[in-house]
């Protein structure tokens, strides 16, 4: 279950949030001033993703593609025109 937190409240401790977390699954939106700033998620809440995880269980899931989702990638990819090569290495 998703909880939503204060930045600003000093009586929670990381190490509360993480024992909830551990023990009842729980994961928090942490907000300042009123707005989402970061999420806290246990590790078990998101297993890897992995080849199989992808195409047994987030494939199924997606919504069907409409017949015209091919004509609306070319446009994008027109549109978009060039991508700048990267300053980084890889």
């Known amino acids: 279950m998703t909880k939503t937190i204060d930045l600003a409240d000093k009586n929670v401790t990381v190490a509360e949030l ?34 199989d995880r992808l195409v047994n269980e987030v494939i199924p899931t997606l919504p069907d593609v409409d017949d015209d989702f091919l004509d609306d990638v070319r446009q994008i990819r027109r549109e ?11």
């Open 80 to 90: 978009q025109g060039v991508v700048p090569e990267s300053k980084w290495e890889f």
């Open 18 to 51: 993480v024992e909830r977390m551990e023990a009842d699954g729980d994961s928090f939106v942490v907000e300042r001033n009123g707005k989402p700033v970061a999420e806290l998620i246990g590790c078990k809440s998101k297993p890897p993703l992995t080849f």
